[in-house]
Nanobody
C-alpha cells in the first residue's frame, strides 16, 4: 500500500552537502511519520531523522548539521557539513496505519559516501 523511492545520494568531500529526496506512493492510507535511517558497513541500521506530526527527532550525531522536512507524500534530508562517518546507505522510512495496526515501509536505499 505504500512504496517509497529515494534519490539524491552520491559521493562528496568532507564538509560538503547533499540533499536526499523520497516520494511515497500510497493508496487509502495516511502516513503518520516519515524520515530517514542509515546503515553503515558492519553496523546496525540507525535512525537519522524522523518527522512525525509536528515533532521532529534527530540522532545526536547529526543534530545541527542535518535538516528533515516533509510534505504529505515527500520527505527530504538536507545534509550539511558532511563527515566521513556519515558514509552509509540511507533509507527512506514511513509509518502508516491500516485498520487497527501500524506498518512500516522502507525505500530501497541510496548510497552516501563522504571522502576525507
Amino acid at each position: 500500500q505504500v512504496q517509497l523511492v529515494e534519490s539524491g545520494g552520491g559521493l562528496v568531500q568532507a564538509g560538503g552537502s547533499l540533499r536526499l529526496s523520497c516520494v511515497a506512493s500510497r493508496k487509502g492510507v495516511t502516513l503518520n511519520a516519515m524520515g530517514w535511517y542509515r546503515q553503515a558497513p558492519g553496523k546496525e541500521r540507525e535512525m537519522v531523522a524522523i518527522h512525525a506530526g509536528g515533532d521532529v527527532s534527530y540522532a545526536d550525531s547529526v543534530r545541527g548539521r542535518f535538516i528533515v522536512s516533509r510534505t504529505p507524500d515527500n520527505v527530504y534530508l538536507q545534509m550539511n557539513n558532511l563527515k566521513p562517518e556519515d558514509t552509509a546507505v540511507y533509507y527512506c522510512y514511513a509509518r502508516f496505519r491500516e485498520g487497527l495496526r501500524d506498518y512500516d515501509a522502507w525505500g530501497q536505499g541510496t548510497q552516501v559516501s563522504v571522502s576525507s
